[in-house]
């Protein structure tokens, strides 16, 4: 049997350059062998581009430059040293979370070089990146969101303005970076300043009490499956994923409990809702959404990962795990919907 020849890109210039090559290694362990021939394509903090033995060459330093063209007739990336030998690649898997990757910067680029790729088109990558376009799209949806105030560059709020507490966050960024919870007018200024540490465009958004929920989802405009939902349980603080000190063994403030410990009727809520998020902006391949329910039941969007992290601590694969999926089979099916129709 032939095997498909899978590009992974990982690493990248964003804050989340760690928990990429993190879940890279993920990746490595649960591709079949017999089914994959995987090119392992690291991207540095500075932005170049290596190929790389695995995962863990691209921290050591190693690796041979080079370049994905915005050229159909290419079909692989073209090595930069020696005779600029191509790589062809069946498929490429963006394995990038947060700016530069998640954004559907990438997803660009792929689509100019004509090759097949896993997860999110760039329109819904771009939306969910987004914070504020993601809730303009949702609530068009009637989907609830968060009331937030959009901050563009040179721009200040009025801290009498705002009712608190409110958090104050990058438009653009991914995980909890730059997130700040403001309880008084007093702290405003310096969260705002925090946040543009990350991105130009900053959102303050009034608190929702409730628990936050997560739903894993797989699959196209054909069909979609769900992972268990997730329930953030808090000791104290906020969640604040991929900042602890040691994440893999376990987050500083907070337990993930899957399933998660609500109704049935509740359960039903927050699915529908995140299917109906899913499909208003456009994803395809995978995506998280993160839901808060509200102590009266109803539920209101608090963002989406169209490339969630799948680290040995992260939510999405522990989710679909709970539901009767390995990482190994979310990879196939993630393929099967790039490269349909091809018999493998």
């Excluded at 900053?202 to 054909?222: K, P």
């Excluded at 604040?240 to 359960?267: C, L, M, Y």
Aim: with cysteine; glycine share 12%; aromatic share 6%.
């Amino acid at each position: 049997m032939t095997r498909t020849r899978i590009g992974v890109l990982f690493g990248g210039r964003s804050e989340e350059h760690p928990v990429s090559i993190k879940s890279a290694r993920e990746v490595a362990a649960a591709l079949d062998p017999d089914r994959y021939e995987p090119f392992w394509i690291g991207i540095t903090r500075a932005g170049g581009w290596l190929l790389c033995a695995g995962p863990d060459e691209l921290e050591a330093g190693g690796g041979r430059p080079v370049l994905l063209a915005p050229d159909p007739t290419v079909g692989g990336v073209q090595l930069l040293d020696g005779d600029r030998e191509t790589v062809p690649l069946d498929v490429v898997f963006p394995v990038l979370h947060g700016r530069f990757g998640e954004d559907g910067t990438v997803q660009g680029l792929l689509e100019l070089s004509g090759i097949p790729y896993l997860g999110c088109g760039v329109a819904a990558s771009s939306l969910a990146m987004d914070k504020g376009l993601s809730y303009a799209v949702a609530a068009a949806a009637g989907v609830a969101t968060p009331e937030f105030r959009r901050v563009e560059p040179g721009e200040t709020v009025d801290p009498a303005s705002l009712g608190y507490p409110v958090f104050v966050k990058p438009a653009r960024s991914g995980s909890s970076f730059g997130v700040t919870r403001v309880d008084a007018p007093e702290q405003l200024a310096d969260a705002v300043e925090s946040a543009r540490e990350f991105d130009t465009v900053v959102l303050v958004e009034q608190a929702v009490v409730g628990s936050e929920i997560g739903c894993a989802v797989l699959g196209d405009e054909t069909g979609l499956t769900l992972g268990e939902l997730d329930r953030v349980a808090l000791t104290s603080g906020f969640f604040r994923i991929h900042q602890e000190a040691s994440p893999e063994t376990g987050s500083e403030n907070s337990t993930f409990i899957v399933p998660a410990d609500i109704s049935e009727a509740s359960k039903l809520l927050v699915q529908v809702t995140a299917q109906t998020v899913y499909r208003a902006l456009g994803c395809r391949g995978l995506a998280r959404v993160d839901l808060f329910l509200r102590p009266d039941g109803t539920v209101v969007l608090n963002e989406v990962n169209t490339l969630p992290g799948l680290t040995s601590y992260s939510r999405y694969p522990r989710m679909m795990a709970a539901a009767g999926l390995s990482l190994a089979e979310v990879i196939d099916r993630l393929v099967d919907l790039a490269l349909p129709g091809v018999a493998r």
